[in-house]
């Protein structure tokens, strides 16, 4: 193997560019070359290809987003932009490609591996730590200590106020941030999409807090819950318990940024690492993740098509820990 592509693919998360870095550098150690694919799928397809040497990889590792950029890429759900995508691979002598991303990408890496046979190796880059085969995804230690942040500067104009505030955080259909961002910023309660009954729950809590004129309290939201988000639940809440005064906070994109972890860019310098190792013991079409501090690979198609399951512990301590 002479010459590997790596890119950074769909929603941007901190780690991304250690894991470049770390791919880059063990890739060379082997005197083997790397070129970056710039915009993930979108570069690929359009040919915005460039070789990345060590130093382009240096002062890189503490900083969040992604040097390579990323995006979302319609083009290459179609068959003639994977051909367009593969041409360019092979015009630049790219014999395999690393790709750091989340289940679209992934999804994307499993479908070319199989119409081209470029050999593939994923490393999990995603908030929303939604994969299968690895405990934690890059950047969703990142991502939760933000939430934690912005909880507890919520909580002292919370309770100055004496209001119920609704915090929104990402995480697309699952509720891997909302509950390690409640457990960790000792939210009140959490709705999250795993939960289907979480509404008369939280109306139930409610009632009981508003027994004891209680109505400082937090409630942690995820996106993707069935309940639809912080802002409709807010209209419910001010409907049925008018006695509290409530405020939403959707935290958004900021979850995505911020200078990655210790724990994110360890686990993102292991993770590339092991992708490039893995690809010169010619293994393809597998996810590198860490179960029980271990790396692993998983299939492409069970990291994105297996659940993970929220971790029960949590889920029972997020409703112990409640005053
Ligand atoms: O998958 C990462 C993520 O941040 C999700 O948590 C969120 O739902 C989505 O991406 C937002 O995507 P975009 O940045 O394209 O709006």
């Not at 002292?156 to 697309?172: K, W």
């Not at 069970?302 to 512990?313: F, Q």
Request: aromatic content about 6%; hydrophobic content about 35%; overall charge negative.
């Amino acid at each position: 193997m002479n010459k590997i592509g790596v890119f950074t693919s769909g929603g941007d998360s901190p780690g991304m560019n250690a894991c470049v870095r770390a791919v880059v550098r063990t890739a060379h150690k082997h005197d083997v070359e790397v070129i970056g694919i710039k915009e993930g799928y979108r570069g690929m397809v359009a040919g915005y290809f460039e070789t990345l040497t060590s130093l382009d990889v240096a002062g890189i590792i503490q900083r969040g987003g992604t040097i390579l950029r990323s995006s979302r890429c319609p083009e290459f759900k179609t068959k003639e932009g994977r051909q367009q995508a593969y041409d360019n691979c092979k015009k630049h002598g790219i014999d395999a490609l690393v790709a750091i991303g989340g289940n679209g990408t992934f999804t994307g890496a499993l479908y070319f591996e199989e119409e081209f046979g470029i050999p593939t190796i994923g490393c999990p880059g995603t908030i929303d730590n939604d994969l299968f085969g690895t405990d934690y995804t890059i950047g969703f230690d990142t991502a939760c200590n933000t939430v934690v942040k912005a909880i507890d500067q919520i909580r002292e104009t919370a309770a100055s106020h004496n209001r119920l505030f609704l915090v929104e955080v990402m995480g697309r259909d699952s509720g891997f941030i909302a509950l390690n961002g409640c457990v960790a910023g000792g939210g009140e309660a959490v709705m999250l999409p795993e939960q289907r009954d979480d509404l008369p729950r939280l109306m139930q809590f409610l009632d009981e807090k508003s027994q004891h004129k209680i109505y400082s309290n937090i409630v942690v939201v995820a996106e993707g819950d069935e309940a639809g988000g912080a802002i409709e639940l807010e209209k419910v809440i001010r409907k049925e318990y008018p006695q509290y005064d409530v405020r939403s906070t959707i935290l958004g994109h900021l979850q995505r940024g911020g200078s990655p972890t210790c724990r994110d860019r360890i686990l993102a310098s292991r993770l590339g690492h092991h992708a490039v190792e893995a690809l010169l013991k010619g293994e393809r079409n597998m996810m590198a993740g860490e179960i029980n501090n271990k790396v692993e690979l998983t299939s492409f198609r069970d990291s994105i098509e297996k659940t993970k399951a929220l971790n029960s512990d949590l889920l029972q301590l997020s409703e112990i820990l409640v005053a």
